[in-house]
């Protein structure tokens, strides 16, 4: 009896001692399978209002100048197409030369209709372009300029504007004269004619021309004055010739559209 007490201690201890060893074995463990390789989703490009593509390198990006608000409502407006010569005037100093100015059909092939006109299936005649010969008399440091009849409103806050022109490669430099909100005159420049064709020139509007006085309500914008065109010396002899079409502006509407339409305008006084 007691031997076989002590036979089934033993095989009790054995047992113990089995489990206790399997219990401080490690389990095998199997490797986790590596993350699936993602495949980025394709973006589709977006158009900047006033660039002409979605690769318009070098262009002035209007969404980033001058922002001072928390929104944007951003808009590409016609401000003139050129289609009435008599509505514009050229000048030039007598003592240079004589400029003169006509319109001829014609247009950029490169030009594309205003996302809002065509949502508003706009039909406006847009079949000339305003042609300026300039006569030098001699070779002078000089200038000329195309002025409308009366300024050119650009309603918001103005980021960009552009125009079309036909270069004829020489080296000329192009001038928007603006007045600001206090009627103030500025000159913005718009880029050198060295070029030959038709060519979309771009003004950034610098932050320091004052737009808005936050003193009044519906007082907002520029005006444009004039297309100023500073001569080379070296360039000012003989015939030349310039061309320019759809003069267009990028401009911030968020103001406008989102007032109070019971407010008060302080611009009727």
Request: aromatic residues 8%.
């Amino acid at each position: 009896m007691k031997r076989t007490t002590l036979l089934i201690a033993g095989g009790l201890l054995l047992a113990a001692g089995a489990f206790a060893q399997a219990a401080a074995t490690p389990a095998a463990t199997t490797p986790a399978a590596a993350p699936a390789a993602t495949t980025p989703a394709a973006t589709t490009p977006t158009t900047t209002p006033g660039t002409n593509s979605t690769t318009d390198v070098g262009a002035a990006d209007p969404t980033l100048i001058g922002v001072d608000k928390a929104q944007q409502e951003l808009k590409e407006i016609s401000i003139s197409k050129f289609e009435d010569d008599g509505f514009w005037t050229g000048n030039m100093m007598r003592d240079d030369g004589f400029i003169t100015l006509r319109r001829f059909e014609g247009h950029p092939a490169d030009r594309k209709p205003l996302e809002g006109e065509t949502q508003a299936q706009l039909n406006e005649t847009d079949k000339y372009v305003l042609g300026v010969k300039v006569e030098h008399l001699h070779r002078a440091v000089t200038s000329f300029s195309i002025s409308p009849t009366s300024p050119l409103p650009i309603p918001g806050i103005t980021k960009t504007i552009s125009v079309w022109v036909v270069g004829r490669n020489v080296k000329h430099q192009l001038y928007i004269i603006l007045d600001d909100q206090f009627g103030d005159r500025a000159k913005v420049p718009m880029g050198d004619l060295a070029f030959t064709g038709w060519k979309r020139l771009t003004a950034a509007i610098p932050p320091n021309i004052k737009q808005v006085d936050p003193r009044y309500v519906g007082k907002t914008g520029i005006s444009i004055r004039s297309l100023l065109v500073e001569t080379d010396p070296a360039e000012t002899y003989g015939s030349y010739y310039i061309y320019f079409d759809d003069l267009t502006a990028v401009t911030d509407l968020f103001s406008e559209n989102n007032r109070d339409a019971d407010d008060m305008v302080d611009t009727a006084w």
